[in-house]
């Protein structure tokens, strides 16, 4: 049975990734997550500790840590996903992003690399390092074009380059040190237990509170959308399938405005919460600094080569993840401390 080791399982697309494991597979399971404000084990709902799966708190940057807990659990695979995530946080606090994003995943390169080469020759040739990164790492898109495999890296805010950074990491372990390793980058994700300071739960909750919806400048920057659970079947594909030391770019064929974004949502309110025009809540506020206008991904070599193609539409997946908001507001308090915080939220462009 295999073993795979998941880090930022407590996150909002490791808890999905670890949720459709426990179900999906026969895999044993170790989640490795520090618990910062972005990480919730109320999140793993249906998962629970046993023989399949076990959660160690741990910081991905304790060296010391990471070592002991690869030598303890033998994992076949190890799926790197803890990082710092939001955009605006990297704009006030550039530190943890360096700290989390590039130390972190020098650490876990460094470990996985020491493991791997004690390995017996049976084991050697199934391990594999999966590195989950975004599609931020390749800058901004004009109003043509798309983000292929081969688009030369122009990260642009303190999230995406330690992104990137944390890619070119990956690489250099693989090609200098012989590392399996497989990485992929990925469009903004969207779906059910994404905490409340990105786009889509962030308006879905002010607007059901009836607070001010901030949207950054017109509202005309376009992000690609993909339901996370399709990102996790991706990853899993990627995990099996996939071929050492290759890239692949995964995205939903789902560009629209923040704009289009909001207005959707504020559509299916309408009809969830009838009596409220909640549209009328918009509010367009200053622009965040170095805001890229458009990512979009070309996803079609996932596509052609793992057979991979995306589940949800936006209109199907949007309406799934507006009902989960209204009906988890237990959650959103959980991982938020209190309802009031809600009118406190901060903006967000999806990540
Ligand atoms: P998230 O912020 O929801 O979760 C990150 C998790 O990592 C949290 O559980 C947090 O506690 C944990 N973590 C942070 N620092 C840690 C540390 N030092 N040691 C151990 N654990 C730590 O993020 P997410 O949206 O689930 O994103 C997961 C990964 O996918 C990230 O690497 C992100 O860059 C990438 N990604 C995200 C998106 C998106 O739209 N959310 C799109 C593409 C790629």
Not at 74 to 85: G, R, Y
Not at 261 to 272: A, K, N, P, Q, R
Not at 287 to 302: C, F, Q, V
Request: net charge negative; with cysteine.
């Amino acid at each position: 049975m295999k073993t795979v080791l998941v880090t930022g399982g407590a996150g909002f697309i490791g808890s999905a990734l670890i949720r459709y494991l426990f179900q999906h597979t026969d895999w044993n399971i170790v989640n490795v997550d520090k618990l910062t404000y972005a990480g919730h084990l109320e999140s793993l709902e249906g998962v629970s500790e046993g023989a399949r799966y076990r959660f160690v708190q741990a910081d991905i940057c304790d060296a010391q840590a990471m070592g002991e807990l690869i030598r303890t659990t033998q994992p076949d695979t190890i799926m790197h996903l803890a990082a710092e995530s939001h955009v605006d946080r990297s704009i006030d606090g550039p530190g943890e992003f360096i700290q989390t994003n590039i130390v972190g995943t020098a650490v876990l390169l460094q470990v996985a690399r020491d493991y791997y080469e004690t390995l017996d020759g049976t084991k050697r040739a199934g391990f594999r390092f999966h590195h989950i990164s975004t599609d931020e790492v390749f800058g901004e898109l004009g109003a043509e074009g798309f983000f292929t495999e081969d688009t030369p890296y122009s990260p642009r805010s303190p999230y995406s380059a330690s992104k990137a950074s944390s890619d070119h990491l990956v690489r250099a372990w693989y090609h200098t040190f012989g590392l399996p390793v497989l990485i992929t980058n990925c469009s903004n994700n969207y779906g059910p237990y994404q905490f409340p300071e990105k786009l889509i739960p962030v308006v879905i909750l002010k607007a059901r509170n009836h607070d001010a919806i901030p949207v950054y400048g017109k509202g005309d920057n376009i992000r690609d959308w993909l339901y996370v659970d399709d990102h996790v079947r991706a990853l899993v594909r990627v995990v099996e399938h996939g071929k050492v030391g290759e890239t692949y770019n995964i995205g939903g064929h789902n560009e629209k405005t923040n704009l289009e974004v909001v207005h959707t949502i504020c559509g299916l309110l309408d009809e969830f919460l009838p009596g409220t025009k909640h549209a009328d809540f918009i509010t367009f506020v200053k622009d965040r600094p170095g805001h890229d206008l458009r990512y979009a991904i070309d996803a079609s070599k996932i596509e052609s080569e793992l057979g991979w193609t995306p589940e949800e539409t936006f209109d199907s997946g949007i309406r799934r993840t507006v009902q989960w908001y209204l009906e988890r507001l237990d959650w959103c308090r959980a991982v938020l401390g209190d309802e009031t915080k809600i009118s406190r939220l901060g903006l967000s462009s999806g990540t």
